[in-house]
Structures are given as structure tokens and as C-alpha cells.
């Protein structure tokens, strides 16, 4: 059984034959970037939100969301590598990786079909996988850490380039080996701002196939002009990673305006709030 559903992208460039053909791994095309965006609007929202339901809504939420919209638009992005071809994503699967909630190092989260689903309903289910992976209950998580316990430090690099060979070359399910399956998605979000961080740029990890990682960073109130007047502001860095072999500056500036879009127009973007409770 495969373990992804793919299909090769037709009519590639020369320029994306030439970018695959230059850059061997992840190791060397990694493209930085840093979009600034406005953040009143979204705090406004997600406080209100919480006021409604009760359910505390955070700023990666908004992110992991508004990626799931940003790779529906742009399924050229909704990709991996194999054979050195592109090969398109049928679904839209994102991980969040969560720092300091897991003394094992961060918890990671996979979401699949985020394009379809809420992002309440994203909500609830980023907060009870997490838990679940805190708790040790998270049976194929706990398998992959043991199982990586047992590999000796000078075969590491060796291991993880097998089972990414396995799983993503030739798209083998890779349960047999007690792992779950497409663990990281087609984008790993990391929220750099818990750390207090303001700008981090993640290094893409060649084994994991993600093209695009991304580190929102910590909200901060800063000096904006309104209408030629300097006026206070809240704003939020999302730093971005991504591998250009196969995404370039048509890519990014969809998944950009995407996310500024979304983040500053939330109403819009993420629904009406719903009907306060009835007490």
C-alpha cells in the first residue's frame, strides 16, 4: 500500500530541472525570509473568541490554518521530491512542532486536511494530540522514540536517510517499522515567539522531505503609521525557510499574501465569531 497519495507535477520548467539538478539535498538551496504582519486585528479576534466560547485560541492556530489556505491555493507548494521529480500532495497535511511542552525535546503535532477543517475544530485537535504525546500515550510516537534509542550515534545520519528513502522515495507505509505515517506534512510551523523570540529562521532537515518551515514569532507592540499618523501597533514576525529547488518567489509571494491576509483580516478569513453561550 502506498504510503502517500502522489502524483508527478507535469510540464516542469527548465529553471526547476536545473534547480533540482544543482542542490543534491535540502542541505544547500534553503531561502530565508521574513514577513511582518499586523496583529491588532487578530488579538482582537482570538480575545473575543475565547470571551465566546472558551476555548483559547493562539496565534500559531491562526498560522497552521491560514498555511492549510496558502498550500490549497498553491499546490505547486503541496509537494516533495522523488526520483529527482515533483511530486504533488492529494492532501493538505501540516505539523506543528511545540516547544517547551515536552521535556523530550518539542511535541510534534500532524494535521491532515487542515484546508478543510475550522480552525476551532484545528484547535482542539493541535490540544489533544499534544497531550496525548505529553502524556506518553501517543503509541507510534512513543514507538519512533524508541526505536531511534536503539540506533547507534554513528549510524543516525544513515537511519534517517533510510527511512526517508523508504517512506518518501519509494512511498512505503512505514508502520512496519513502528513510525507513523508522513509524521511532518508538507509544512512544520514551530512557534518561536513561547521562547520570547522575535526572528528565528529553522534549518530545513533533509530526511523529513518538508520544503517550508516556518517560525512565527512573539508578538510585539510596536510604532505604525495609520493614515500618516504614528500610532501604536501590534505586530508579528513569521519567519520562513523553504527550499528552492522546487518553490521560488512565485511560491512565497502566494503563501506571504496569504498569511497577511488572513492573519489581518481574521473576521474574514476565519469565519464570524460564534453566538456567545447562553448562560
Known sequence: MAHLELKPKRDVSSFRKLAIGSW???????????????????LAWLDAFHQRTGVRLTATHLV??????????????????????????????VCAALPGADQRGLTPVRIEDVDQKS????????????????????????????????????????????VSFLTYTLNLDPSWLGLPRDPFGAAVVVDVGELGLETAYLPLAPFT???????????????????????????????????????DGYHAGVIASTLREMLEHPEEAFGPLPAPSAE
Open 119 to 162: 480552525v476551532h475544530a484545528l484547535a482542539l485537535e493541535v490540544e489533544s494530540t499534544a497531550a496525548r504525546v505529553r502524556e506518553g500515550r501517543d503509541a507510534q510516537v512513543e514507538q519512533g522514540r524508541s526505536l531511534l534509542t536503539r540506533v547507534p550515534h554513528l549510524l543516525l545520519h544513515r537511519f534517517t536517510g533510510l
Open 24 to 42: 543534491a539535498t535540502a542541505y544547500d538551496p534553503t531561502v530565508y525570509g521574513t514577513l511582518t504582519v499586523r496583529m491588532d486585528a487578530a
Open 209 to 247: 522531505r518538508v520544503p517550508i518551515f516556518l517560525a512565527p514569532g512573539a508578538v510585539r507592540e510596536v510604532a505604525v503609521v495609520e493614515e500618516g499618523r504614528v500610532v501604536p501597533g501590534h505586530v508579528m514576525n513569521i519567519n520562513a525557510s523553504f527550499d528552492h529547488r522546487f518553490l
Open 64 to 93: 497552521l490554518k491560514a498555511m492549510g489556505e496558502a498550500l490549497r491555493r498553491c499546490p505547486d507548494a503541496n509537494a516533495l521530491l522523488r526520483y529527482q521529480r515533483i511530486y504533488l500532495r492529494q492532501r493538505i497535511t
